[in-house]
């Protein structure tokens, strides 16, 4: 590799990464790409939770199931969630990881043009699989975790409270 800010981030670790990256592009070369992050988690936030919520409280309707947290609905919903967000906020994500590259290859000071964010255009989505699938599994365990413990906290006894004389 001819240029040697290229070659200065091969075969590192994260600290050896972050002190290279301060070394080349200074503190705020840490915070590359920090307005598509939040662009891209304020977006994926909003669908995640949303379509959780949504899809859960559809299903439970459909089964005609009495309890808001049934566990099949809970799990359905959970994995259908990451799938949502990863599929609306991957070019995001994309442009967001092509522009924090394109900074590393570049000394502090020099320009790095923002990135276009283009949907439905092919070449944003390489990955997406791979992302969607690991997102599903997770999020099916996470919310279906997280539902069963929020269940036996509820059921928890109340405790009692001495009044302090």
Not at 152 to 162: K, T, Y
């Amino acid at each position: 590799m001819d240029d040697p800010i290229k070659s200065s981030y091969q075969s590192k670790g994260t600290f050896k990464m972050a002190k290279n990256i301060i070394k080349n592009r200074g503190f705020f070369g840490l915070y590359s790409g920090f307005s598509l992050h939040l662009l891209r988690d304020t977006i994926g936030t909003t669908i995640y939770f949303t379509t959780y919520e949504s899809t859960k409280q559809l299903l439970v309707k459909f089964q005609g199931s009495d309890s808001p947290t049934s566990p099949m609905s809970v799990a359905m919903a959970g994995g259908f969630c990451g799938l949502a967000s990863w599929a609306c906020i991957y070019p995001i994500d994309t442009a967001k990881t092509h522009y924090q590259r394109n900074c590393l290859t570049k000394a502090k000071g020099q320009p790095v043009p923002m990135p276009k964010i283009q949907f439905f255009k092919v070449n944003q989505y390489r990955g997406l699989g791979v992302s969607m699938a690991r997102s599903c599994v997770i999020n099916t365990i996470f919310f279906s975790s997280f539902e069963w413990i929020k269940k036996h906290i509820n059921a928890l006894p109340d405790p009692v409270i001495e009044p302090v004389e």
